[in-house]
């Protein structure tokens, strides 16, 4: 095997490591199609065999290293380019008109359009129920999750399993409350696994993800918050932000002409906990990340905290 076909291959298995699998079928003709591309994708059909896993296994995982995307390049180097903001190419996609005197009632009515959408629909590969944002607004935050898992699914909330409890401490120690905060999903409905799913949970599909980008892209711009954050490389590709978390992390880029932030997933976190070390730099660099929030929304940072995670 060629180094190239060597890398895409890689690359690949990576891409599917973060979205939660452990197996995958490598189909024939799969490396001729992976070269056509130069970079690999998530995979489109929800047919495809994979294990289920349930939510917290599926953490979301940085890339060992950066690869080259459709997205240009930072012309700085993370440190100094804070400020510099990147434009998503989703700025082009029409957003869903709604209708409603406060954000609330264009939320609901958002959501409505989402419940009744073909499309959406048409997919057959998600469960019925949407599970609806949480929190306020009116928020200055709105953090962007992949899809709902189980425990989402009964709440009929975001984030209410370990990595809801991992997110819950994050937004804690930013001095926040939950309610404070806006918290949705991409994928507003659970993706199905056939036959007898029980716990299982599995990464939504490019597909998927896809048929909701209207609505998260008009949903941001209803809340109009002043931070946007995506947690993991799952929503920051499918915002066309590009998927290396070495690449997005530790500066700025722009969604809805809104300053937006990529961070690790608390699956993740939750994964790095259990490792030597318990997760310390991960921890760190995420925490770092929402210093940079709480700075652009203008929070207080005492002392304490712009120390958290430090050695
Ligand atoms: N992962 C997500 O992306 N969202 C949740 O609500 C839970 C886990």
């Known amino acids: 095997m060629s180094n190239e076909a060597a890398g895409l291959l890689k690359h690949f298995l990576e891409q599917r490591q973060v979205a939660g699998q452990t197996h995958v079928v490598l189909k024939p003709g799969m490396l001729d199609r992976l070269k056509q591309r130069g970079k690999p994708s998530r995979p489109a059909q929800p047919d495809v065999p994979m294990v289920s896993l349930p939510m917290q296994s599926r953490a979301a995982m940085p890339q060992p290293a950066p690869k080259p995307t459709a997205q240009p390049a930072p012309s700085t180097s993370p440190k100094s380019s804070a400020a510099v903001a990147s434009l998503s190419s989703t700025d082009k996609v029409a957003l869903i008109e709604v209708t409603g ?13 989402a419940g009744a959408s073909s499309t959406i629909q048409a997919l057959g590969t998600l469960r019925p129920i949407l599970v609806s944002a949480s929190g306020s607004p009116d928020a200055d935050i709105l953090f962007i999750g992949e899809a709902p898992g189980m425990e989402e699914e009964e709440a009929g909330q975001p984030f209410m399993g370990p990595a809801g409890q991992k997110l819950t401490g994050i937004i804690t ?56 954050i995506v947690l993991g490389p799952a929503v920051a590709g499918a915002l066309s932000l590009g998927e290396s978390m070495i690449r997005l992390r530790g500066k700025f880029h722009q969604v809805q002409g809104i300053q937006t932030i990529v961070t ?18 991960a ?23 712009s120390n958290y995670f430090k050695k």
């Open 101 to 113: 005197q406060t954000k609330a009632e264009k939320l609901a009515a958002l959501a409505a359009h």
């Open 173 to 228: 120690a930013m001095g926040l409350k939950r309610e404070a905060v806006y918290l949705t999903h991409f994928c507003k409905q659970r993706p199905a696994i056939k036959g007898e799913q029980g716990i299982a949970n599995r990464a939504a599909t490019d597909q998927e993800m896809r048929a909701f980008l209207p609505y998260i892209l008009t949903e941001i711009s209803i809340v109009a918050p002043k931070v946007v």
């Open 264 to 281: 690790f997933h608390p699956n993740y976190i939750l994964r790095e906990e259990k490792l030597a070390g318990g997760g310390l730099k």
């Open 283 to 305: 921890k760190r660099e995420l925490w770092e990340d929402m210093l940079k929030v709480m700075q652009t929304v203008g929070l207080p940072i005492s002392e304490k905290q």
